[in-house]
């Protein structure tokens, strides 16, 4: 599914948080966009407070993604970088593992996908898209491991 987030964080030391439970596992995809022309930071921890994403708007990184864990709950920060007002709007969109065509199925289609694409043990940088389940840049077996755990393959 996907979600926008939106408000204002004041400054610097003003947070918004947000909470969400990751119904499968998968990939999350995220963006933040400014509405007054100064960019928020996100950070993005689990339920064990560890530090799975992070943007940092100064350095123009505004977009990114971070595996999710089904049952996980996970805790969005977004906050202005400066003393001034950030408005923003926060796109958040959710891929199962494995469902590299984005149809919503992990099936025999993205196994052809990502074969196809000739990153498998390539040691080129992958992106989902390509067969990188586990978000770690590289498609090898481990990406199949994690994709055939999650349990939603569709012969």
Known sequence: GRVRLTGTSES?????????VASRTGVVSLR???LNNNMAAIEVEDSNSVN????EPNDGIVSGAFRVQEGESYT????AKTDSPSAYAVDMAFR????SDGNGLFDTSDLVRVMQHGKYRSGEIAKFEDGDWNNDGWFNEQDFIVALQAGYFHD
Do not use: L
């Not at 610097?12 to 969400?20: A, E, G, I, L, T």
């Not at 969005?76 to 906050?79: A, Q």
């Not at 199962?96 to 469902?99: A, F, N």
């Open 32 to 34: 933040t966009n400014t």
């Open 12 to 20: 610097s030391s003003d947070s918004d948080y947000f909470r969400f």
């Open 76 to 79: 969005v920060r977004v906050r």
């Open 96 to 99: 199962q593992v494995g469902d």
């Open 52 to 55: 799975v994403f992070e943007t």
